[in-house]
């Protein structure tokens, strides 16, 4: 092993399962059936305690979306002045569930953002901390049209 | 229970100063003071808040030290609508006979900063960028636009009002009327909301005198009621500011419930009413706000801007002062600015920009994080 290789780290755990492909985590309220994110331990729609752990799988389409064109102020520890890329900001209706996602949208792609078009999960390099490690957060972008 | 009339109203006008924000709101209290003709002993409750410009209770340091209690408030730009509600319970508590509601703010240049924990939010919903207000206001009207037919020209027309209404208002900040087409082609803030569309975080004073309305004859010759001061949140379902997640099916907004609550608090209904202020955070927020306070379905904001009835000179002039757009926005005082607007319109001393054939009823909604509506319905 090298451990003076750079590596990836997640910006928070337990938002998604990383892996071959990642996959959004959630929870599921027991009382009412409402979909969580992120995981909680308490249901904001009925108030019951008794959540259970979820996915909320890794794809849905773009309900809602706008462009952060500025850089937003600290905490974001994203790329601050000239460095500064705007994104997308949407949120995501995830598919066979009844829960909307709030999301980054990376815009390196000509496809216009639409509502109702097809997204897909990803990891994004958000930064580096000061060993040089990336540091990611979940995504969304568009599905590439076959 | 006892009736709440307004007898004094106090503006240090909105903008950008060299003064503190706490002295922009002692200067608001004093000419509310005025205005009632009274003395700052006379009051004998006070309520208020800010965000970035100190203790609302610091100013008995600069009115006096007259030993009341003087509660400091904070709920975000709904901030003053919680204050006017406080100061109007002790008055029905028969707590006290005289009370104060007073607001006021000067905050940093750019987009407010806000820290997750603050809200009850993990670390990395800021750090990945986000927790910023413009996204949600922007993020919420597009999905209204799509849902119910907006243009964007509507958010544009709501915009040219504002302006419109800011340049005869002597104490707006922003008093330059803009065309159309600068607006429409203004740099894109928020897609779909340009530069002119957003109001800017500013500074100023608020300060509101109350009394029991049996009382109200010896300070002035013309109070006006309090018919409803409600303040309500949310409910599950409604699309509000730093939401990681919402869930598919919509609840009520907390501007519905609170404006529900406050037209049966009332006996009225919305179009009883002759002049609105609705908060207009941005433009979105204004059309969307029409249809959540009740003045038209959704959807008919677009034939409405397009015909001019939110126009002072309409059938349902809106935001006459200018709103936030005009005025910018210290969220302590803002929705105080709302109901002193109201007051003088109401008392026919609006000058340039008043609403013309005597208006009788006014209303006020003003909105803030994470989602607190304060309506206030008043009428002489």
């Known amino acids: 092993m090298l451990f003076d290789m750079a590596r990836s780290m997640m910006l928070h755990e337990d938002l998604v399962q990383t892996g071959e492909r990642p996959v959004l985590l959630g929870a599921r309220c027991d009382e009412c059936r409402a979909f969580l994110f992120p995981r909680d331990d308490r249901c904001k729609r009925c108030c019951s305690d008794r959540l259970q752990p979820c996915e909320l799988g890794d794809r849905g389409a773009l309900w809602s979306w706008t462009v952060q064109s500025f850089p937003p102020k600290p905490p974001y520890r994203g790329a601050q002045n000239e460095q500064f890329k705007p994104f997308g900001v949407g949120y995501i209706h995830m598919d066979n569930t009844d829960v909307l996602v709030e999301s980054r949208i990376p815009l390196d792609s000509d496809r216009p953002l639409e509502i109702g078009m097809p997204m897909r999960l990803c990891l994004e390099t958000l930064c580096h901390d000061e060993h040089g490690n990336a540091i990611e957060t979940f995504a969304f972008r568009a599905e590439a049209v076959a | 229970m006892s009736g709440v009339a307004i007898i004094g109203v106090g503006l240090h006008p909105f903008g950008r100063h060299e003064q503190s924000g706490l002295r922009q709101g002692a200067a608001a209290v004093r000419a509310a003071l005025a205005d009632a003709g009274i003395e700052w002993q006379d009051v004998q409750a006070a309520y208020g808040g800010s965000q970035d410009a100190g203790n609302a209770d610091a100013l008995a ?305 003003v909105y803030g994080a994470p989602g607190i509506s304060g309506v206030n319905i008043l009428h002489t």
């Open chain 2, 61 to 365: 340091d600069l009115l006096g030290l007259t030993g009341i209690h003087f509660t400091n408030i904070w709920n975000g730009c709904a901030t003053g609508g919680s204050s006017l509600n406080a100061a109007a319970a002790a008055i029905k508590a028969r707590q006290a006979d005289i009370a104060l509601a007073v607001g006021f703010d000067k905050h940093p240049r750019g987009a407010f900063a806000p820290r997750p924990s603050d809200w009850g939010l993990q670390d990395w919903y800021g750090e990945a960028g986000l927790m910023v207000t413009t996204q949600f206001f922007a993020m919420k009207i597009r999905r209204y636009m799509h849902e119910y037919g907006i243009s964007d020209d509507a958010l544009v027309r709501v915009a040219e009002k504002a302006l419109t209404n800011g340049a005869i208002t002597p104490h707006a900040w922003r008093q330059q009327a803009l065309d159309f087409e600068t607006i429409a082609e203004s740099p894109m803030v928020s897609d779909p909301l340009r530069k002119y569309m957003f109001c800017n975080p500013a500074e100023g004073g608020a300060a509101v005198v109350l009394c029991r309305a049996e009382i109200a004859s010896r300070y002035t010759a013309k109070p006006v009621t309090l018919a409803a001061a409600e303040v309500r949140g949310r409910e599950p379902g409604s699309f509000e500011v730093f939401s990681p997640s919402l869930s598919l099916e919509r609840g009520r907004s907390a501007t519905e419930i609170a404006a529900q609550a406050a037209f049966e608090t009332a006996g009225i209904g919305p179009g009883d009413c002759d002049v609105l202020q609705l908060q207009d955070t941005e433009s979105g927020a204004e059309i969307m706000h029409m249809a959540e306070n009740g003045f038209c379905e959704h959807g008919e904001q677009e034939k409405l801007l397009r015909d001019g009835a939110t126009r002072i000179d309409g059938p349902m002039p809106v935001n006459t002062d200018g709103g936030c757009l005009a005025n910018g926005e210290p969220v302590g005082a803002s929705g105080l600015r709302q109901v002193i607007e109201l007051v003088w319109q109401l008392r026919g001393e609006a000058g340039k920009r008043q609403v013309p054939g005597n208006p009788r009823v006014g209303y006020a909604q």
